[in-house]
């Protein structure tokens, strides 16, 4: 019985915790352009992030061992070094999309100017990242962020035709009003909401604070397999929502206010109310899993103790990185730049350096060393391969397409 | 705790990268790590480790990531970009060692006992 | 797995090298940013020491970078000519996917920045000594 | 070496999917552009004031997207002005801008009744939105058919 709540739980927070401001914004924008024309990207992702997070799980579970670790250990300290650049410039910028995203959530819901509220939030987040315990950051913001279920809700409410919603999501090409160069732009954005390199480096992380063991494995997997499509699902359903109500009149997302309008328009005042709680638990937890994510990547490529399972002062360099990436999020935020359009570099970034971080674990979930029995099998290599090779499409094709589009103009 | 100050010490950071020339000069790779193997004398609880042999690549392609070591170890798309790029690796018994300049860091080794990984 | 077992032989760089040292009581010490080699009498080189710290990253990582990541940690540094942080090998009872040490290493070259950052910063921020929960 | 070679062969294909245009074409496009941005927010601020005529969306809520639509089309506006109209296109240039200012200036009138929670007030705007709407899909239409 415990153990099913366990698991019960595990997968609730895998859903609620799985879409950020990356990807609330990213499919708000892709299905107010690009109707459901995108959703096989996003398909196409989540099964990579499922993946490459059971990988990571895997070898944090069997080995004790982080993904950053294994970044330094196989890539060496110049190469893995160079790589800790990219990665946590990338994982920084998210951390500053997530603290503009909670500030635009409160400004929503207040009209106090999100300006004020960015470094009320940045405060909140790190005595979040201070004070509370790792499993309970999980938990309380993973079972609210299930309020974006509602989204889903709005799609049903909508009544839409579902034969033509499935029309567009088979049809594989860009609509009318936009071009192949644009299209390939946000698909690669998608694909970069969906597998953020941070949420391996938090999962796996993750893993080795909460002291997983082998056994924790079938557990670990549910999480996964179960609770990260279902997650998936809810970005579909914010596209579809915007596909519903803002393609046909010509409205593109450019923001969060925007991305919250369809849910008003389908459900009225309580399905906006909880739609803006689903934003605020989305960005807040993510905000925190990002900012961890920063120090744990920096924590483990120099082998300083990280983690929230010490005292703070046991791991004090990393509580140091903590502090420092708010303030410096605060900071950028408080320049007046426009979270949301932080948010859509970020993600573009993210594709840019997704290969940073697959790479090595594929090959470490290989080493009969690290993983004795529980190396890859089969499918996992075969997926991971093809996982692989995409990546490393998408990451050449990123800025390309991103000088060629004006960043999908 | 700390070496006696009559012992040479070298950091294993010298070895690795060092370049590798046979006996008549002809420039045979790179070091591109170092096999260890358990010595007689037990240090604390553990045997030491001395330096058994050499693993030498014709080029400066990174690291083997352990594929050098099983047959087996997939995925198979990695296993042969790594296998191709360091196809010339070969492994020298420290025996074969002839001299060891350090400051240069250059090795002249027995380059007919080198053999395959 | 079993590091222990005799007989087991090791790729310095790929087993050893980058790897996260840990203390007995799980706590994680550096990582292995150097190993020191003595050369016995024979002319064979044995590991003597794992070493840690920028001053020996440094020199890894090599160019104008390693050479600053150097520079600026002599700076630090109290004394005239810093010697890295050392941990003997005696001192090493396993090596798995980590390097597991027998005892606590209680040399200040090890980890002199973690308890700069401590004793100045963190530890100086109230709730810094709550239990982990 | 070789990365670098596989984004200019990238940049130089996908480069070649976008079509020239000439001075004129430019300018027309950029108009074309900026109305139909302006539209995407008028349409926002519309379903926004038919939400709060029906009470299904918070005031707080509408003032802030409603203010940011007002802020966007002064963007708009502004960056389209900054373009020098090439000889020829002043007639594009001078109903283009004084369609996006009639917009700015229909939204910022359901932003004032939005804040003052004026029912009249909104129901004035929202016609006066919808009346800029349609001006703009006819300017729309006039920019993508060609010449005038």
């Known amino acids: 019985m415990k153990k099913l709540f366990a698991v019960a739980l595990g997968v609730l927070t895998a859903i609620g915790g799985f879409v950020d401001i990356g990807d609330l914004v990213t499919n708000a924008v892709v299905g107010s352009r690009f109707g459901m024309s995108l959703a096989w990207v996003v398909v196409v992702g989540v099964l990579g992030i499922c993946v490459f997070a059971e990988m990571s799980g895997r070898v944090a579970a069997v080995s004790g061992r982080a993904t950053f670790d294994l970044v330094r250990e196989r890539l060496g300290p110049r190469v893995g070094l160079a790589n800790l650049f990219a990665s946590m410039a990338v994982t920084l910028l998210t951390f500053t999309a997530e603290i503009g995203g909670v500030a635009l959530a409160l400004e929503l819901a207040t009209s106090v100017n999100e300006l004020l509220w960015v470094p009320v939030a940045g405060v909140a987040i790190w005595l979040v990242l201070w004070r509370v315990r790792f499993s309970e950051v999980e938990n309380i913001f993973g079972l609210m962020g299930l309020a974006l279920i509602v989204f889903a809700v709005a799609v049903w409410q909508l009544g839409p035709d579902w034969g033509d919603l499935w029309a567009q999501a088979s049809s594989p090409k860009p609509p009318a009003e936009e071009n192949w160069g644009t299209y390939s732009y946000y698909a690669v954005a998608l694909f970069g909401a969906a597998m953020t390199p941070y949420e391996v480096f938090f999962f796996s992380s993750g893993g080795v604070e909460e002291h997983w063991k082998t056994d924790d494995l079938a557990t670990m997997r549910s999480n996964v397999f179960v609770g990260f499509p279902l997650g998936g699902m809810l970005s579909l359903a914010i596209a579809a929502s915007t596909t519903l109500v803002l393609l046909p009149v010509g409205v593109q997302v450019d923001t969060l206010g925007q991305v919250a309008l369809p849910v008003a328009v389908a459900l009225g005042k309580i399905g906006l109310a909880v739609a803006l709680l689903g934003f605020f638990a989305a960005t807040f937890g993510a905000a925190c899993e990002t900012g961890l994510s920063v120090g744990y990547s920096l924590a483990q490529y120099f082998g300083w103790q990280w983690g929230k399972f010490v005292r703070p002062r046991q791991a004090a360099r990393f509580h140091l990185v903590l502090l420092l990436s708010t303030i410096l999020g605060i900071a950028v935020l408080l320049t007046t730049v426009d979270p949301i359009k932080v948010t859509e570099y970020s993600v573009v970034f993210s594709a840019v350096a997704l290969p940073l971080t697959y790479f090595p674990i594929l090959v470490v979930a290989n080493d009969p060393d690290y993983m004795g029995e529980h190396v890859n099998g089969r499918l996992a290599n075969g997926l991971g391969t093809v996982y692989l090779v995409l990546v490393l499409v998408a990451s050449m094709a990123a800025i390309p397409l991103m000088l060629v589009t004006k960043a999908g103009q | 705790m700390s070496p006696s100050e009559a012992a040479v010490t070298h950091r294993i950071s010298d070895l690795l990268g060092a370049s590798v020339a046979a006996r008549d000069g002809r420039e045979i790779g790179h070091v591109n790590d170092l096999r260890l193997a358990p010595g007689q004398a037990v240090r604390g609880v553990h045997v030491e480790l001395v330096v058994e042999g050499l693993i030498v690549s014709d080029r400066h392609a990174g690291s083997m990531l352990g594929y050098d070591r099983r047959a087996e170890q997939g995925p198979w798309l990695v296993r042969a970009v790594v296998r191709r790029l360091h196809r010339n690796a070969r492994y020298l018994p420290w025996s074969a060692v002839d001299d060891m300049a350090w400051t240069d860091r250059r090795i002249t080794v027995d380059a007919d006992k080198l053999m395959p990984l | 797995m079993d590091g222990t077992v005799a007989g087991r032989r090791y790729d310095a760089a790929l087993n050893l090298l980058d790897r996260q040292i840990i203390d007995p009581d799980g706590g994680l010490v550096a990582n292995v940013d150097d190993l020191e080699l003595t050369e016995r009498d024979d002319g064979r080189l044995v590991v003597t020491a794992l070493l840690v710290g920028p001053g020996v990253l440094g020199p890894r990582l090599g160019g104008r970078l390693g050479h600053w990541t150097v520079a600026v940690w002599r700076r630090l540094c109290a004394e005239e000519n810093p010697k890295p942080g050392r941990i003997d090998a005696a001192d090493i009872s396993r090596i798995d996917s980590g390097v597991h040490l027998a005892a606590r290493p209680d040399d200040r070259g090890v980890d002199g920045l973690e308890r700069w950052v401590d004793e100045h910063l963190i530890g100086r921020i109230p709730g810094a000594t709550h239990e982990p929960e | ?148």
């Open chain 4, 1 to 148: 070496m070789a990365r670098a070679v596989v984004v200019l062969a990238a940049v130089a294909i996908l480069g070649g999917c976008v079509t020239p245009v000439t001075g004129a074409g430019t300018y027309r496009a950029k108009a074309l552009s900026s109305v139909q941005a302006a539209i995407s927010e008028t349409e926002t601020t519309r379903i926004t004031l038919q939400g709060v005529e029906r009470g299904r969306i918070f005031g707080p809520t509408a003032d802030v997207i409603v203010t940011g639509n007002e802020t966007a089309l002064g963007s708009i506006a502004a960056t389209l002005g900054s373009v020098q109209p090439p000889a020829g296109n002043d007639r594009i240039r001078d109903e283009t801008s004084q369609l996006l200012s009639d917009a700015e200036d229909a939204v910022a009138a359901a932003r004032i009744a939005v804040r003052r929670s004026d029912a009249a007030g909104i129901r004035d705007a929202l016609t006066e939105v919808q009346k800029v709407t349609k001006q703009l899909e006819r300017a729309e239409q006039a920019l993508v058919s060609g010449p005038s």
